[in-house]
Nanobody, 125 residues
Framework: QLQLVESGGGLVQPGGSLRLSCAAS????????IGWFRQAPGKEREGVSC????????NYADSVTGRFTISRDNTKNTVTLQMNNLKPEDTAIYYC??????????????????WGRGTQVTVSS
């Protein structure tokens, strides 16, 4: 059974860092492109970053460019989102998702077929 599990969320002060992980089971991760999304209360789910199956191509939302870094280790079936210089507006539930087919650098939820259950990130002093 294909499964994605996020971890690494928590409470951090503004300016701090967190490292989120997305662990895949039940499928070979390098056959899928992976995206990170977030959803804050009362807001729509938005794309944060995505990475191709090989890890050679990445894309970021403007709001996180220069602060977040996505990477993957296909040997460990994991994708990581390193988040630095966190801001209160980064507070949300963060989800990883997997998609198949041509990687179009998409940060749209509809491009992804499989989703994890999310991990809470709270940025507050």
């Amino acid at each position: 059974q294909l499964q994605l599990v996020e971890s690494g969320g928590g409470l951090v002060q503004p300016g701090g860092s967190l490292r989120l992980s997305c662990a895949a089971s039940g499928f070979i991760l390098n056959n899928y492109f992976i995206g990170w999304f977030r959803q804050a209360p009362g807001k729509e789910r938005e794309g944060v970053s995505c990475i191709s199956g090989t890890g050679e191509i990445t894309n970021y939302a403007d709001s996180v460019t220069g602060r977040f870094t996505i990477s993957r280790d296909n040997t460990k079936n994991t994708v990581t989102l390193q988040m630095n210089n966190l801001k209160p507006e980064d507070t949300a539930i963060y989800y990883c998702a997997a998609g198949v087919g041509m990687f179009r650098h998409s940060l749209l939820p509809g491009a992804y077929a499989y989703w994890g259950r999310g991990t809470q990130v709270t940025v507050s002093s």
